[in-house]
């Protein structure tokens, strides 16, 4: 963060991945020499992105902090703010304010076995763990993915779900909601499919990031499946707008999700008041 | 006539005639009234009738749409017109709504009753109708005052002292003119003369006080839209700012959004925490629309405001 | 520094010698409303009043502000910073319940992410504070909260008026160099003066506020929100006109090439205040609304800060608000809730 925890810092669109139809990952990086050596984040992180003129939009880090150098954002295309940087091409100029909020444990979970469970555009946040993980893979135990999005083409990370498929310690599981010709996979939503394959609890630790229904329902199969709350680690999504606790808008409780989440397990969830209804 | 509004709602509400009653209670102290909703019988006995039972409560029965089964409200003739406005604009079902119409012999506009007394509102309190003058208990002390020194602007135009529309009525009153120094559209007669120039700067100036607390919209019964234009965020119309722009834009979209549906009920300007005189606005609008359609809105149910109507020889100079 | 004295004559000679070194802000009156603005001389400002429409936070937290400017020149993007203050100010005439609001609001924007820009203007502000007239207005409930509106506590200089003179107690050295400034204004108080020179006592209502926190929060699900909240209109004059409401928007203002960013206050009881692009609300309703601004008040913020409630008893929502909710009902009837356990 810079001094002023209102002034974004400014940064270079260095790559753009078409991901979906309406989702690509931008790959940006500091024009500051220093900044881009000194920025630190943690895999869950966040960071406000800006289009002057536009305004400014709270996206997940997707990229992992042992990847050194460059910046992943993995944006959707549905309000003004993300329409705008889906103008953005190599070369061109955004701003960058963060990194914000809490992150995913790391070194809680160490020696455990982790299940990631997402939902189409929820992969991005679990994926700055994935990596962190399988770039300290001897800290964590086995490693489950199931992840699943309304159709094929809907699948972002096309490419690293492949390398995820291949490698020999990752335990990987994709489904879609509905296929097509393309399609020889797994058919149906992402909960049933958890059940179907039916991973242990014990000694697991499980994240999981989607729409509210899909994490309703996953909670409920983790649940079903003997899973503790505590172990049971999502994130939440509330309106932000400064990104550092001031603004009052994205409060559940006492907790600002952009300073005390976006991360929070389901042990914690549960203590406060309303924090299941959003 | 407490007595007799608090029977009435006490039989309504026990015969399950509406869900709830929508009247005036006290507030903080004796010159502070404020909506009182009344969902049980025996919160019945905190409704009071009065000079200072200002708000025009219409908007609040647009909360009935969500319900199965009725509200009912207090009304003074004035805030009848927007009943029949809301009904007229099809936002309402008239028989979701239980009309019980209260005869008015004129409302106090407590900055002049301030102004007159040279103290404050708080240290008033008691305000009786006594005909032609209000009698003001200060500190124990009895005055009176002549109403054309205190009453709202409204009151001095009065056209319906009881409600014309109501399902049960508290009384009749006959309508009555007070004695006014200045003629109705007086104010704005005097604005138009000056200058466009001045005339903006005038406005401009008020403006320049607005917080946009969105007080003057909430509390309007025409603003009724599911999605406000100022709420849209996709495209952003407006910013929320109060840069002086930004306001500047605010009142007269506003104002353009209610030519032709303004009722002249007077709570924008009542409710303006800083004392806009959006009246004045409005009573332009209001001269405007008598002039141009001769319309006035809310007066009956058979007519349509002129701005949402068309007619297929209409003139289209503009296209 | 000890007490002293100044006489009414003598204060506005001090007042506009501080407005030659420092930006003097303090009470106006303007078409009957009494605000803090700037002045160039204490001849400007009004002493007959209870308190400002708009609470003094907007000097430390504007109503709109800049945060920076940006501007595209080639390809290259400038921001340029917002400077908050041109000179260093004094507020004359703060009153304590607005002095109490701002020691909240400390704790919001100067945590360890630090607001510069109310941080900047905090540091560079003397509050000159003005003991209430006596009796207090009827709505006035600062006591409950355990502000004392006789106290210095918390601005640098508190002035009481006890007829003839005023009593100045200056508490910082800020404070101090204020006061000489004034040199040959202010006048030791003699012994006889000590006893003598007191300002009669405060008589406020109190309300128990003892057990608001733990009564309210067993109450979340409660059907009162309901209820209290139909005669809401969803206007934002309550959270505008309290001194320790704090949330903002955050919008660009110009084109993409040339523009400011700004920050300007909202309102949580706005029915899109936390309306998310995907259509989803978390506070859908008036009721999900009003629970909310309550329980910031009375449960989340004491909590989030270790502080006392989010409430310093200016009355200022209950006066203002067009739907007559009102502040001082909602903690007796929180009080007397059946069914809530007195611990």
Redesign the interface.
């Not at chain 1, 289009?51 to 400014?56: A, T």
């Not at chain 3, 110009?254 to 523009?259: E, K, N, R």
């Given at each position: 963060?810079t001094?002023?925890?209102?002034?974004?810092s400014?940064a270079t669109v260095r790559e753009v991945r078409p991901e979906t139809p309406d989702t690509s990952t931008y790959v940006v990086s500091f024009d500051d020499p220093q900044l881009r050596e000194s920025f630190a984040y943690e895999p869950g992180q966040f960071a406000e992105l800006s289009?002057?003129?536009?305004?400014?939009c709270p996206i997940g880090i997707a990229s992992s902090p042992t990847r050194e150098g460059l910046l992943e954002f993995c944006v959707r295309a549905?309000?003004?703010v993300?329409d705008?940087l889906h103008d953005l091409e190599v070369?061109d100029?955004l701003?960058v304010r963060g990194p914000l909020g809490n992150s995913w444990p790391t070194t809680e979970i160490e020696g455990k076995d982790l299940l990631f469970i997402g939902g189409g555009i929820g992969l991005p946040p679990l994926r700055s763990l994935i990596q962190y993980v399988l770039d300290n893979r001897d800290r964590y135990g086995a490693v489950q993915i199931v992840y699943g999005a309304r159709s094929p083409q809907d699948l972002v990370y096309k490419e690293e779900l492949k390398e995820w498929e291949d490698l020999p310690d990752v335990d990987f599981h994709v489904t879609v909601d509905a296929g097509d010709d393309t399609w020889d996979g797994a058919v149906g939503f992402v909960p049933p499919f958890l059940k179907d394959i039916n991973p242990s609890p014990t000694n697991k630790v499980a994240f999981t990031c989607g729409p509210?229904i899909m994490i309703k329902l996953v909670v409920e199969a983790l649940e079903e499946m003997g899973y503790a709350d505590a172990d049971i680690i999502t994130t939440l999504?509330?309106?932000m707008?400064?990104g550092?606790?001031?603004?009052?808008?994205?409060?559940?409780?006492?907790?600002y999700i952009c300073?005390d989440g976006p991360v929070f397990s389901f042990e914690e969830l549960r203590s406060i008041?309303?924090a299941l209804?959003? | 006539m407490e007595d007799k509004l608090q029977e009435l709602v006490v039989e309504l509400l026990g015969d399950g005639a509406m869900e709830y009653f929508i009247g005036y209670r006290q507030g903080f102290e004796p010159s502070h009234v404020v909506p009182c909703f009344v969902t049980d019988k025996s919160e019945a006995d905190r409704l009071i009738w009065g000079p200072l039972c200002l708000q025009n409560l219409s908007k609040y029965v647009l909360q009935a749409r969500d319900l199965d089964g009725k509200v009912g409200l207090l009304v003074k003739g004035c805030d009848a017109r927007a009943i029949v406005e809301l009904v007229k604009q099809h936002q309402i079902e008239r028989d979701k709504i239980v009309v019980v119409g209260v005869p008015c012999e004129g409302q106090v506009d407590p900055r002049k009753m301030e102004q007159v007394l040279g103290v404050s509102m708080e240290q008033v309190t008691d305000v009786e109708d006594a005909g032609d003058e209000f009698l003001v208990k200060v500190g124990g002390e009895v005055s009176k005052l002549g109403k054309e020194q205190v009453l709202r602007d409204k009151c001095f135009y009065c056209k319906h002292p009881t409600s014309f529309d109501y399902d049960y009525t508290l009384g009749e009153v006959q309508p009555f003119t007070i004695d006014s120094e200045s003629e109705e559209y007086d104010a704005v007669e005097k604005l138009e003369e000056l200058p466009l120039e001045e005339r903006r700067a005038y406005w401009l100036k008020q403006f320049e006080r607005c917080i946009r607390c969105n007080a003057c919209r909430e509390v309007c019964y025409g603003c009724y839209c599911k999605e406000c234009i100022f709420d849209r965020?996709?495209?952003?119309w407006l910013d929320r700012t109060p840069l002086p722009r930004e306001n500047e834009i605010y009142h007269l979209i506003r104002a353009v959004h209610l030519a032709g549906r303004c009722i002249d009920c007077g709570e924008c300007e009542r409710v303006c925490p800083v004392n806009i005189p959006l009246g004045r606005l409005y009573k332009k609008l209001q001269k405007d629309i008598a002039e141009l359609f001769d319309y006035e809105a809310g007066m009956e149910y058979d007519t349509v405001p002129p701005l949402v109507d068309f007619e297929l020889d209409d003139q289209d100079p503009f296209l | 520094m000890d007490r002293k004295k100044i006489s009414k004559a003598d204060l506005g000679r001090w007042l506009d010698t501080i407005a030659g070194k420092y930006e003097l802000i303090g009470p106006t009156e303007d078409e009957g409303i009494i605000q803090f603005g700037p002045v160039q001389s204490s001849a400007e400002l009004t002493l007959e009043y209870a308190n400002s429409l708009i609470p003094p936070k907007s000097l430390f937290f504007p109503p709109v502000e800049s945060?920076?400017a940006?501007r595209?020149r080639g390809?290259?993007?400038q921001?340029e910073?917002t400077k908050p203050l041109q000179q260093d100010r004094v507020i004359f005439g703060i009153r304590n319940c607005d002095v109490g609001s701002l020691s909240l609001l400390d704790r919001?924007?100067c945590?360890d992410?630090?607001?510069?820009?109310y941080r900047e203007r905090r540091e560079r502000t003397t509050l000159i504070a003005l003991a209430c007239p006596t009796p207090p207005r009827s709505s006035c409930f600062c006591t409950t909260f355990g502000i004392d509106p006789l106290s210095p506590a918390g601005s640098d200089i508190l002035l009481t008026d006890v007829g003839d003179v005023y009593l100045v107690d200056a508490v910082t050295d800020k404070g101090e160099e204020l006061v000489a400034l004034g040199e040959g204004l202010f006048a030791p108080l003699t012994e006889g003066e000590e006893k003598e020179l007191q300002p009669p006592p405060v008589d406020m209502p109190q309300l128990d506020v003892r057990e608001l926190r733990e009564r309210l929060?067993a109450l979340?699900e409660d059907e009162y929100w309901e209820k209290l909240s139909l005669p809401c209109l969803g206007c934002g004059i309550c959270t505008y006109v309290c001194p320790t409401?704090?949330?903002?928007?955050?919008?660009?203002v110009?084109?993409?090439?040339?523009?400011v960013?700004y920050?300007c206050w909202?309102s949580?009881m706005y029915s899109d205040?936390?309306?998310?692009?995907?259509g989803?609300n978390?506070r859908p309703t008036k009721r999900e609304r009003t629970r909310?601004r309550y329980?910031?008040k009375f449960?989340?913020?004491p909590?989030?800060y270790g502080t006392g409630y989010a409430c310093v008893g200016c009355a200022r929502c209950l006066v203002h608000c067009p739907g007559g909710v009102e502040i001082t009902e909602v903690i007796k009837d929180i009080s007397a809730k059946e069914g809530v356990s007195d611990r």
């Open positions: 963060m001094a002023n925890i209102y002034l974004p400014i289009i002057f003129g536009v305004g400014e549905v309000g003004t993300t705008a070369g100029k701003g509210p999504e509330m309106k707008k400064c550092v606790g001031k603004c009052g808008r994205c409060n559940i409780g006492d907790k300073r008041p309303g209804e959003v | 965020t996709d495209p952003r | 945060l920076f940006f595209k390809e290259e993007i921001l910073e919001v924007f945590d992410l630090e607001d510069s820009y929060e979340w409401c704090h949330c903002f928007d955050i919008s660009d110009g084109s993409t090439s040339d523009g960013r920050r909202d949580c205040f936390a309306l998310m692009v995907s989803e978390p909310n329980f910031h449960s989340t913020f909590s989030r």
